[in-house]
């Protein structure tokens, strides 16, 4: 498979397939055969408008069998394929002959995939005055016709603006994960809740071989952990690790340094004094690293100290002034006692696989579209085609015929995390205006 989007083109034999695709590549390559049903094998050709670049898959036409009016089932099959893997589909029919049966077996195929952008395309509209014969396509229910004579070149400039517009990015398409990376967790939260004693604890426990490494600034200290979901990398443990701290940090050095963490960790663990509550300080240092991106654990430590209505209030603290934190699990731990400590792995794990989770375009568009369905942008906006341009956290395109309000993307930002249950980890939409 190409590295970079790719465009099929799909049609019935003799509506002028080739000659948009000698348009597009602006040379005169492919062959253009004057006959009907010459089956032609598929042709991969690396294309690029306004510096975008793509392979455009030409499907060639196919043959009809004896009774001239089936498709052959092997081209067919072809086109399927191509359809399936294509980022864009341009189905090409001759606007002066109009819809025919062959037009909508090949519509019927494409409206099989749901989730890619389709263009159809009018060709043989060599001047305004056939603009007319388009509106007889519409009948093939693919949307709406796109009048142009790539023999001529009317039209095609327009129409491949927009195919670039909704081809995914192709840095997006090259991005790979590097499958040796120790992913990174900050321990983060005032001073004496005690984040040294439950890094001490971590490091303690038997599964833990530990091995240090330089931070990122001169003074701290990364630690590296095996555990049975493999390497962590706590990030800046210096001070945690040193057995008695020399000096007491000052709030405003403890926010900075924990910010400096925050942003080089793939999941924060925000450790409250459960014995305090969620304090102030807590709440502002929860927006801070919320906005850094990555996903949070929260840890309400010292619970073996509370009876039980300390532990509601506790509860009902977290609830009130983390609410902007809804999706966080909270763990009730003791580090002093080691207590419910080990219910941090699996909560980090999850949050981790979250974080750098993949979701197939495909998916992705499904979950868009009956969001769509169930509650439609205001004032006909319309997400046309999305994609998940990037992990950690997970990053979303959406292609869109106009701005939507933020209140939808929102909306459409709550459907995707529920339908792929990301849990905790933050998500970003990307709007791109198609
Ligand atoms: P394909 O086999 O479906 O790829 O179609 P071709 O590209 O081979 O074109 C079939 C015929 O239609 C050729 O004779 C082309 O010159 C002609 N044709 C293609 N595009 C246009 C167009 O925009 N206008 C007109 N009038 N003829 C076209
Ligand atoms: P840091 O400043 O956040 O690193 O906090 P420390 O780890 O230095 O802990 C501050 C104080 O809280 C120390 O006296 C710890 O022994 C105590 N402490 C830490 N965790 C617990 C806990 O789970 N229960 C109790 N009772 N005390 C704790």
């Known amino acids: 498979m190409s590295a970079l989007p790719t465009v099929a083109i799909i049609g019935r034999p003799n509506v002028g397939k080739s000659t948009l695709v000698n348009r597009i590549l602006g040379r005169r390559e492919a062959i253009v055969e004057e006959r009907p049903g010459v089956t032609r094998d598929r042709n991969e050709l690396d294309a690029e408008w306004l510096g975008r670049e793509f392979t455009l898959i030409d499907t060639g036409g196919w043959m009809a069998d004896e009774d001239g009016d089936e498709l052959d089932a092997k081209v067919s099959r072809q086109s399927e394929k191509a359809i399936a893997e294509a980022d864009v589909v341009l189905f090409v029919v001759d606007a002066s002959v109009g819809a025919t049966a062959d037009d909508q077996l090949v519509a019927d195929l494409i409206r099989r995939v749901e989730d890619k952008p389709v263009f159809l395309v009018a060709n043989k509209v060599d001047n305004e005055k056939q603009q007319h014969l388009i509106w007889d396509l519409l009948t093939l229910g693919v949307g709406d016709p796109h009048p142009v004579s790539a023999l001529h070149g009317v039209g095609t400039a327009d129409m491949l603006d927009e195919i670039v517009a909704v081809l995914p990015e192709v840095e997006i398409v090259e991005e790979e994960e590097d499958p040796d990376r120790i992913f990174g967790v900050s321990i983060v939260g005032r001073p004496n809740v005690g984040k040294s004693t439950l890094f001490n604890r971590l490091i303690g426990q038997d599964r833990a071989v530990v091995h240090d490494r330089p931070g990122t600034t001169r003074d701290s200290i990364d630690t ?37 963490a925050v942003d080089k ?10 014995t305090v509550g969620v ?16 996903p949070i654990v929260i840890l309400l430590n010292k619970w073996e100290l509370l009876d039980a209505d300390g532990r509601t209030e506790a509860m ?3 609830e009130r002034k983390l609410h902007f934190m809804g999706e966080s699990p909270v763990l009730r731990i003791s580090a002093l006692t ?13 949050s981790i696989t979250n974080y750098s989770t993949r979701i197939p375009t495909r998916k992705v568009n499904q979950v868009i579209r009956a969001a769509q369905v169930a509650q ?14 990037a992990t950690d956290p997970p990053t979303f395109t959406l ?30 939409l990307r709007v791109r205006r198609r």
Do not use: H
Request: aromatic share 8%; with cysteine.
């Open 224 to 260: 590296v952990i095996e555990t049975d979901g493999g390497p962590l990398r706590f990030i800046d443990t210096a001070g945690m690790r040193r057995k008695a701290k020399v000096d007491e940090e000052t709030e405003y050095y403890s926010l900075v340094r924990a910010l400096r």
């Open 265 to 274: 960790s793939d999941v924060a663990l925000l450790v409250i004094d459960a």
């Open 279 to 294: 304090t102030a300080q807590d709440q502002r240092l929860a927006e801070r690293v919320d906005a850094s991106g990555c």
């Open 316 to 318: 009902t603290s977290v």
């Open 338 to 350: 080691g207590k419910s400590v080990d219910k941090l792995w699996p909560a980090l794990e999850e």
């Open 376 to 389: 439609a942008a205001p004032e006909g906006g319309r997400v046309l085609y999305a994609t998940q341009g």
């Open 399 to 428: 292609f869109a015929n106009k701005e939507l309000p933020r209140t939808y993307l929102r909306y459409l930002e709550r459907s995707l995390r529920e339908a792929f249950e990301l849990g905790n980890t933050p998500i970003k």
